[in-house]
C-alpha cells in the first residue's frame, strides 16, 4: 500500500494514520465523504476541515485521482479509456446495456498468465496496479455517478494481485467508500486456486472463472496456468462453498472455430460442471491481428449452447461488444508499450 495516497486507505488504516499525525479521528470519516461521496478531486475543496488539517493532508498525502489520458466511443456506445497508472498504461471500459451500466476494470499493466489468445497476454506483465489506480478507475470515468456494475475482467490476473483487488473491493462495498452491493461485482480468474479460496472467503461478489476447454491435455494449451492449477481441482473448491443464493458463480468459454466447439467439449463441460450451481457464458471470439483462432459459424454456437441447456447447463450467448474500437474480451492492451 502506498500509504501517502487517500485512496490506497481503507477507513481504518487512515483514521490511525491521521491520528498519527495529530488530527481527530473523525477526520478519516471527513475526507472518506469527500473522495466517494461527493467525488472531490483536491484537499481544498473539503470545507468541513480546518485549514490547518488541510494544510496537514497536503503536506503528507495526494487523492491518488488522476484523469484518463484519452477515450474512445464503439459505435454500440462501449468506451474505453486510457489511464496512466504508476506501473504502466492501462485500460478500462464502460458498457451500457438496457438499464444497466458496467465498468470493467484493470488490476495489472499486462498479464503474467500468456493464455494464447488475449492481447493482454501477448504484451507480457509490467506491474500490478494498487488498490488506489483500480479505485481511481471507477471515480474518474465520464460516467463514474451512473455505473451501475463492476467486473474485474480487463488487463490482467485479479487473484494474481489479490492483496490490492481485496482492499480495492473493501472501498467499493463499504458504506464509507462507495457503498456497492457485492452483488454488483464480478471478478473473473484465469483459475488460480489460491486466490480463488481466500476470495470466496473474505467477499461475497460474484466469480467467474475463463475455463475455454474443459479438458487438462487441451486446456493447458492455450491457458499455460492449467499446468500448476488444473481446472478439475478448482472446480472441486469451488463445490465446498454456496453459489445457490446470494453468489453468483459462472464460467466464461470463448468459442474457437475446430479447437474447442465440438459436442465432446460440450460433453465436457457437462461432465466439470455437473451438480454445481452456476451459468456458462458462451463468447464470440473477437479476431486479433495476427492470431490463428477464429470464430465459429453462429450455428454453430447455438447448436453448443442448445446441448448445455438440454442437459440441465444454464448456457447463455454474450452479444460482441465495444469490436471496433478493441475494447472487447481479450482485446485490451497496452497501448503505448504495443506501439513503441
Ligand atoms: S485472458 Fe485474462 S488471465 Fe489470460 S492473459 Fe488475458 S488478461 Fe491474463
Redesign the pocket.
Known sequence: MNEKTIIDHTADSLRSSLVALGMPSYSASQVMRWVYGKGAVSFDEMSDISKKNISLLKEHYHLGRYPYTLSTLSADGTKKYLFAASGGNIETVTIPESNRLTLCVSCQVG?K???AF?M??KCGFAGNLTCGDIINQVLSVDEANHITNIVFMG???PFDNIGEVLRAIDILTSDWGLALSPRRITVST?GLIDGTRRFLDSSQCHLAI?LHNPFHDERRKI?P?EDTNPIADLVALLRRYDFAHQRRLSFEYILFDGLNDTPRHAAGIVQLLRGLPCRVNLIRFHRVEGSDFASPSEERIEEFARYLSHRGIIATVRRSRGEDIAAAC?QLKNSLRLNR
Open positions: 498479464c498468465m500468456s493464455c488475449c493482454t497476454g488487463m490482467g490476473e484465469s475463463s491457458m496456468v481479450g
